[in-house]
């Protein structure tokens, strides 16, 4: 009753928001002892471009479980954010196979059996062993704007859960689990100068890109499990064979993603339009609205200064301890959070954790960016609102943690992560996934674009970085925007709102935070006052230790009280200001509004005359050292 209820008080989106490229119509069974999914799919699937296609391309996901050989193995060590893969176990490992692939006659083409005709192919690297692509050629091509209708059979094993998909005892989260069509990008779509098929393999770190469609789910489980999935519930029917049907429905998404067991506890609530439904574990229960708050909070700060949230529901997804493998993911309309008994109200990962995961409905779904060539425009934006959502909401030196004395907040901690690394001008952020150097996925994906978008933030102002936001939004919605349609939307709305203040366009800044590799460091290196008359020339004299270039401001503070803020266009290895006043310089401080929140060094921001002499900033920096390495390992875990 309880999940009809929840049903009725969401109602389906009737006008498309979206092109609607590949509509799946599935219906699977879950068999709980065995974790084996028995599927039928039918795919309804649209040539997009104007071009004839010869062959069809699809990801089977569930294939990197299949064996150690896979890419994705032997890229992660078959372990993801510190979880691993029990080799010693076979039925730790899961596959997907096609059971029979088979196109439906239509106006311009005969029914035809595909089955024996898919081969296996690695786009991405060497490893013949990858299985997690697939290439399907037609032998009646399909002409351009024509529908292909395929009925496709297949039979699944989920892997014991360890990255994202799989069981642990009798929880399910069931995703990236059927054959799945890759996006056939027309020429000018992203980076495309020819139609072209973006199927890229499974890989260690990298998540997904798909097109948008209709999904008609029927989901076929035990009858005393409870069951969450991605947009409606439309109907339940009980079976004579002890087992349940539940048929749900979702509009305009890229995926579908569902949970499965005897032990959730629901709770529902709403958020305007929004029906919010969270599945939390009884041990767990206590914290329910604790995930619910954060979803609204988050619903409303999206809505504000971003964009409407198109869809009428949300479900948050508590998984057990034992499978935190699948906390900390997201879904359309569907999101896994992650807590565990007895979390502190002021340690505040299940709200950081679900305040994450929704803001990837945007750049995730709402955008549907290519996360396997682009991922810092997911993960990176998204963190970014992280943190201002965070600390808006709970305070921005204690957003996350306010324990014991101890307080850290959320975009102090994003920026710590990239800060503190032992060699930030390692890589650009822009890169395919699986080129990144090694181990520092996180750093270059979410930190470091958070930390240059919080400084894209400062430079232009709020008000004009929402004004970016939104138009990018609003313009590039259901359409797979790339980092160029990004770029124009900020140098278009910079130069409206502040001509050539930061020169012709903002490519400048881009060319160093994403493309390049740049670091910036500024320095305070000296002030001196020297008495000339009846008042005093001061010299302030700044140095760029690294090699970006950002435009600088000096706070300059004199004995009698009196400020004085100076500009420089940061470009020269050093830049003395000169300034006459009454009284000598105090003390001078680089950046005093923290506008260029990449500075990886901001102990050496300031200059006093007269410093003081305790040493309580040395233990404070070293001591947040230790609760940032403390978190960052909290966080990977969720």
């Known amino acids: 009753m309880l999940l009809l209820l929840f049903a009725r008080i969401a109602s389906a989106q009737t006008v498309p928001l979206s092109p609607r490229i590949a509509n799946y119509q599935i219906d699977v069974q879950l068999n709980t002892e065995t974790k084996r999914l028995e599927g039928k799919e039918t795919l309804v699937w649209e040539n997009p471009s104007n071009d004839v296609i010869r062959e069809l391309q699809f990801h089977l996901y569930l294939n990197a479980f299949r064996n150690d050989q896979s890419t994705f193995m032997r890229e992660s060590g078959g372990q993801l954010r510190g979880d691993f893969i029990d080799r010693d176990n076979p039925e730790s490992y899961g596959q997907i196979d096609i059971l029979s692939i088979k196109t439906r006659a239509g106006p311009a083409n005969a029914a035809e059996n595909l089955t024996g005709n898919y081969r296996f192919f690695q786009p991405d690297d060497a490893n013949a062993d990858d299985r997690t692509v697939i290439r399907v050629p037609l032998s009646q091509p399909l002409a351009p704007g024509q529908r292909l ?14 990255a994202r998909t799989g069981y642990s005892r009798d929880f399910f989260l069931v995703a990236q689990w059927f054959p799945k069509i890759g996006v056939y990008e027309p020429a000018g779509t992203r980076y495309a100068t020819v139609g072209q098929w973006n199927c890229h393999q499974f890989h260690a770190h990298s998540e997904f890109y798909a097109d948008y469609g209709v999904y008609d789910v029927a989901i076929t489980t035990p009858k005393n499990f409870r069951i969450g999935a991605t947009g409606l519930l439309k109907s339940e029917r009980q079976n004579r064979d002890g087992t349940k049907t539940l048929r749900w429905h979702a ?12 032990d959730f506890e629901i709770f529902d609530d709403r958020w305007r339009h929004v029906a919010i439904r969270a599945l939390m574990q009884p041990e767990h229960a206590s914290q329910a609205q604790r995930h619910i708050e954060a979803a609204k909070t988050a619903l409303a700060y999206f809505d504000k200064h971003v964009g409407r949230y198109p869809f009428s529901t949300l479900t948050i997804v508590d998984p057990p301890v034992w499978a935190m493998g699948a906390a900390g993911m997201e879904y359309p309309t569907f999101i896994t959070a992650g807590t565990s008994w007895g979390m502190p109200a002021t340690l505040r990962l299940p709200e950081q954790v679900t305040i994450h995961e929704f803001g990837h409905q945007y750049f995730m779904q709402l955008l549907a960016t290519n996360e396997f060539e682009e991922a810092w425009m997911d993960e990176g934006f998204n963190q970014y609102y992280e943190g201002r959502i965070m600390d808006e909401t709970y305070g921005p030196k204690s957003s996350i943690v306010d324990l014991f ?22 890589a650009p952020s822009f890169n395919k996934v699986w080129q990144l150097p090694e181990d520092y996925y996180g750093e270059l994906v979410y930190f470091k674009p958070a930390t240059w978008m919080r400084t ?3 430079l232009v102002g709020r008000p004009v970085m929402d004004e970016i936001m939104r138009t990018y939004f609003e313009r590039w919605k259901f359409k797979h925007p790339n980092a160029t349609n990004f770029i124009s939307v900020v140098n278009e709305v910079v130069t409206k709102r502040h001509g050539n203040r930061f020169g012709p366009n903002m490519n400048w800044f881009f060319d160093q935070v994403l493309y390049g590799n740049q670091v910036c460091d500024y320095e305070l290196h000296s002030v001196t006052s020297v008495r000339q008359g009846s008042g005093y020339q001061s010299g302030i004299t700044v140095y760029r230790k690294g090699d970006a270039q950002l435009p600088v401001e000096v706070l300059v503070h004199f004995e009698d009280g009196k400020e004085q803020l100076l500009h420089w266009d940061g470009k020269a290895r050093f830049h003395t200001f000169t300034v006459m006043q009454q009284t000598r310089v105090e003390w ?21 005359v007269h410093p003081s002499r305790s040493p309580a900033a040395k233990y404070a920096a070293k001591l947040m050292f230790w609760v940032q390495n403390w978190m960052q390992w909290l966080v990977w875990l969720a």
Do not use: C, M
């Open 251 to 262: 509009e305009d998404v890229v995926d579908f993603a569902w949970t499965a067991s005897p």
């Open 405 to 426: 004395g101890y307080r850290v907040g959320n975009l102090e901690l994003s920026r710590g992560f990239y800060v503190h690394l032992d060699f930030p001008a390692i």
């Open 456 to 458: 894209l933030d400062g």
């Open 149 to 162: 209708t395929l009925d496709i059979s297949f039979q699944a094993k989920l892997p014991q859960i360890f």
């Open 588 to 608: 001078a401080r680089i950046d005093p509004q923290q506008k260029i929140y990449i500075d990886i060094n901001l102990n050496n921001n300031s200059f006093a």
